[in-house]
């Protein structure tokens, strides 16, 4: 059990600290907002202080010379800096995490060294997935080696083995190496071209979004301010910078919506990102993507709107990473928030491993769990039952429910004799 500071309860901070909590840790957390507080502590075994996250009383208060592990998660990065600045100078604190908006700090960072890719697709009617089972589809693409590691319909996980039907509409998640990445166009062979790309919102995220894509399509991008409008004017080369109102109906019609692939609405405004993507799908854009932030409302758009993107689930996937464990490399959310796909770090032997020299078969994994792929020697191996895991492995490993992390974490640590 680690001690854990967790300074502002928003839907980030919230959410770490409920499944840190969950995890066995001892979780304090500290707001301005009372009524955060008391939300909180309704529903979970959480300590709470009210107070500025980037106060040293507060940070005392907290008992931050006893802590483990300080997160700061707040609407600032400045009060985050400063927190963690302090907590490492005045207290002492071992590891302390800031999380930070500003592009500028921005890392990259992917599975295995980005030579595993996670792909999720809605089965097309007609296309190669649709009524075939599991065992079918690698009949019908004998030399493609990629794993299924989830499928949902309307939401709820369904068993994944040979004899599993996939229907139409049904949401598959696979693991593919790089050289595999190809059968996604058979998968995708009833889709057009993608050639034009529209961007509503020049911010950070619609900044970046427009620089990368403009490389391979034709990309617009609509903000509304006129001085972050000609900054990006002059920024992004071959970008079309439109200086106007999103939710113009007139504007996207005049600048030839019908024609666009991907629709992109990525504002800091969740309800404006709704109501444009919906929009833009209704005269006639091909698909849609929007940035969505609150839980509730993504649950209400995830059939209307084709992509729905949550920078929550990406951020509290990276603290996860760094939180629960230093062998875990990346954490990613999936399955609608519920389940997670972690990469862990294989260490010991077979005498103080309760993994290592096993096969994948014997292993007793949470209902739910799966091992989609090894990572050994820089090489990407698909998983298979009869596989033998290895020191220094890393697994890429799928968890249909987060709280069950505790006891998988149990059975990949190390006996003392390790050490």
Known sequence: MKKIAVLGGGQVGASVAKIL??????ITLVDNNASVLEDLQEDNDIKT?????????????????????LIATTASD????????????MFNVPNVIARLRNAEYREETSVADGKLQVIGVTVLKDGPLAGKKLSEFKKHMPNVNVNVIAIYRDRKSLPVNGSSIIETGDDVFFLATEENMRFMSELRKNQSRVENIMIAGGGNVGTILAAKLSEKFSTKIIEKDQSRSKY??????GVVVLNDDISDESLLENEGIKDVDFFCSVTNDDQMNILSSKLAKDLGAKKSIAIINKPSYRKLVSKEIDVVVSPEDVTIGSLLASVRASDVVKV???GFG?????????HGDKNTSKVVSKKISDLELPQGCRIGAIYRNESVILAQDDIEICSEDRLIIFLLNKRDFPKLAKLFQVGIGFF
């Open 49 to 69: 202080i009210q107070g500025n996250a980037s106060s040293p009383s507060i940070l005392n208060q907290v008992e931050l010379s006893d802590c483990d592990i």
């Open 232 to 237: 990006l004017s002059e920024t992004l080369e």
């Open 78 to 89: 400045e009060v985050n800096l400063v927190s963690c600045h302090l907590a490492k100078k």
């Open 338 to 346: 519920e389940a997670e796909l972690f990469e862990v770090i294989i």
């Open 21 to 26: 909590t969950d995890d066995g840790n001892d």
């Open 332 to 334: 990613h959310s999936l």
